[in-house]
């Protein structure tokens, strides 16, 4: 009996993603199509990109949990988010598809390397808090030395000319791996003084370099993390709340001394008093979200490219102005399911060093979504962040697609636990 309903959810499992991914193939055949048809600027290496892309979101769908034997999931979920994002930059320019498929390809490709290197070294890496310490310390240092300023913040570095590096970006993955480590050798941490203190002033330090860098958006996902991991490893309730109060003043005070945050809280407060200059972008935000309606103007037959920097800042604005917000509510439902499968995940393993590394990434992936949708619907101020397999963007992209590579190990490591469990 038990060997039969085994059979049936097996079965049942590989038809329903067999549909899913039929849907997803589909979908992006018609979405390119349209894509294609009202950019009047298509060339040929975009269109046979495109078709390499569509390729490899089948492969990718069908080969990588067999490879890795984990949940299918998480890489379904994030190539119907990088599906809809590959549509809508087509849509806006054929040169930038160019790079975000590029990257997207690269991105499956260091995602196998990395779920190998995690399979091979993860005991090695485990516990490692001041090495992880030194690595993250290391992505402030070099990019107050050699970074650049846009935006108001000091966070890119320039690559020979080729390309812009935020090593910001793979500074989280230091940081969730340095987290991480502090839990799995939180008894020890705990029976020295100071050593109960060791994160939290780590991450007191990380919040003064991103001070000088003057970068607030990748400071509160830092800060996000420290908090959520304190809450469900610690449950030191009055200390969290301290640290929120030092947090909130210190968000003040950056603002008090950085113009350009300053400048951002002012939009959030009232864009119209400025709405030719500082205003503009929100603005035209909201216009064109509300122009959208519930079904989207249809591709090609909005204006998205009026907001500023709408690949990468505003992706949002112009996937809800075209495709509808019904769109925008099926995307804010993959990151919940998203989210959801990281923390069912974060449960099954009793280490709290593998249970903090999925609770972590599932946070990144939902707190860059939410800061995203909360920044370009006038709820918060917006922030100089990347929405997670949407926006264009080289390093967002590769720091995502190392993340989820960690998600992969992580799941088929809880399959084996679970199997030798029913053993």
Known sequence: ???????????????????????????????????????????????????????????????????????????????????????????????????HIIWYLSGLVILLIVYYFMKFFDKILKGKFLLFFIITTLTFIVTLALGFTSGGAKNWIDVGGLFSLQLSEFGKISFIFMIASYYYKYDEFTRNRIGKYYLILSTYIFALLFFLQGELGTAMIFFGLLISNMFIFEKRYIFIV??????????????????????????????????????????????????????????????????????????????????????????????????YKTLKLSLEFSSKYYSSLSLSIGLIYAMQALIMFGGILKLIPLTGITTPFLSYGGSSTVSNFILLSILQYLSQKAGEGNEKFKK
Do not use: C
């Open 242 to 339: 301290l640290n929120i109060i030092l947090a909130l003043v210190g968000v003040y005070l950056a603002s008090l001394v950085l113009p350009h945050i300053k400048v951002r809280i002012d939009i959030w407060l009232d864009p119209w008093k400025d709405f030719n200059e500082r205003g503009y972008q929100i603005i035209q935000s909201l216009f064109a979200i509300a122009s959208g309606g519930f079904f989207g103007t249809g591709i090609g037959l909005g204006m998205p490219d009026l907001v500023p920097v709408v690949e990468s800042d505003f992706i949002l604005t112009a996937i809800i102005e075209e495709m509808g917000m019904f769109m925008g509510f099926s995307i804010i439902l993959m990151y919940i399911l998203l989210f």
């Open 1 to 99: 009996m038990e060997m039969s309903r085994n059979v049936f959810t097996f079965n049942y499992k590989k038809s329903y993603n067999r549909s899913i991914i039929t849907s997803l193939f589909m979908f992006q055949i018609f979405g390119i199509l349209l894509a294609i048809l009202s950019n009047e600027e298509v060339n040929m290496i975009s269109i046979y990109l495109s078709i390499a892309f569509v390729f490899a979101t089948l492969f990718s769908n069908i080969y990588i949990p067999k490879i890795t034997k984990s949940d299918s999931t998480f890489i379904l979920i994030v190539n119907m988010l990088y599906s809809i994002s590959v549509i809508m930059i087509m849509r806006l320019s054929s040169n930038l598809v160019i790079k």
